[in-house]
């Protein structure tokens, strides 16, 4: 067949949230000012928040941020830039196999580089009239799937003639995504042994946006009780946790760092921390639960806490996600 009959590329936009650019204070300053910038990670007036971010903020959490990524970065670079990009590597590689129409995968980050411009940049590049958005994002909030959107919409709102769009909100049931993650667990416990709870540990967002709408919580529910039945844990082998809570206002609850303080009091020997909501291991998840948890936990009296790594590149992820894109390329391929 002549190149010109050949079938167009389809593209894939595989997004996460995004890092600094190194570990200096500027590089962690340019970043936080964008994420906290934005109105739906902080809806605040802007005519309070801005003062507030760019007055005391940014004046002083930039260098104990840097320090923090510090403790975590990789030879190859931040954490969650290294595994996107091994992520985005390995699922080419897997769809290079398994499909006959040609499809671009392009990572893209939505605070720092590489920008969702670039990425829809590439695509475009490389011949993509039709654009499937995966946030690697299991549970669906506005905080973090919906800004992804707004942005996507915001870059090609200028371009003369944007691509047709498709976009996966959430795959917090997906089932292949529970056994990734069930099997994560399996092979911690057979290497270590089984704590006396295990702790799945989510990413928290204000109280107020649930009341506003954001179904995030009840996400986060499913894949616990999913999760759950597929270890066959009862109700008191595991604990649903939320973290990395900023600010005054209440958050979800409850939060990991009480909980930990708490059972590290009772004398709790042997915890394991898992998170089912990051799709790789960051700053969150390396230096919050890893070390300054483990930390908690220990300083307070308790035994040991061991952290479950995050599925990352593991093959039943990727393979996860390639029939995530498959589905929902039905009909384009």
């Known amino acids: 067949m002549s190149s010109r009959h050949a079938p167009r590329p389809i593209g894939v936009l595989f997004t996460n949230l995004g890092t600094p650019d190194d570990t200096s204070v500027s590089a962690v300053r340019r970043y936080l000012a964008e994420f906290l910038s934005d109105r739906r990670v902080v809806d605040l007036n802007r005519a309070l928040w801005l003062p507030i971010l760019y007055g005391v903020i940014l004046t002083f959490r930039p260098k104990n941020s840097a320090e923090g990524y510090r403790s975590v970065w990789m030879d190859e670079g931040s954490p969650l830039m290294v595994y996107a ?72 709102a200028d371009w003369p003639e944007p691509p047709q769009l498709r976009q996966i909100n959430r795959y917090h049931d997906h089932p292949a995504y529970i056994q990734a993650l069930a099997q994560s667990v399996r092979e911690h416990w057979q290497q270590h042994g089984r704590g006396e709870k295990l702790v799945m540990s989510f990413h928290g967002i204000p109280k107020r946006y649930v009341k506003q709408g954001d179904p995030y919580p009840r996400d986060c529910g499913v894949t616990a009780q999913l999760l759950a039945s597929e270890l066959g844990l009862g109700r008191n082998d595991y604990k649903v946790c939320f973290q990395s809570r900023f600010g005054r206002e209440p958050w979800l609850q409850p939060y990991l760092d009480e909980t930990m303080k708490a059972w590290g009091k009772a004398g709790m020997k042997r915890v394991d921390v898992m998170c089912p909501g990051f799709s790789a291991d960051c700053l969150e998840t390396l230096e919050e639960i890893r070390e300054e948890n483990r930390e908690y936990f220990e300083n307070a009296g308790g035994g040991e806490l061991r952290y479950i790594p995050a599925l990352n590149a593991r093959e039943d992820h990727i393979e996860m996600f390639t029939q995530l894109i498959q589905r929902e390329l039905a009909g384009w391929l």
């Open 85 to 156: 990009r091994r992520q985005v590597d390995a699922i080419q590689k897997r769809l290079d196999a398994d499909v006959s129409t040609p499809v671009h995968v392009a990572l893209a980050m939505r605070y720092g580089n590489p920008s969702i411009e670039a990425g829809l940049r590439e695509l475009d590049a490389a011949g993509c009239k039709q654009v499937l958005v995966l946030p690697a994002y299991p549970q669906y909030s506005a905080t973090t799937v919906a800004t992804t959107f707004d942005k996507v919409g915001e870059v090609l």
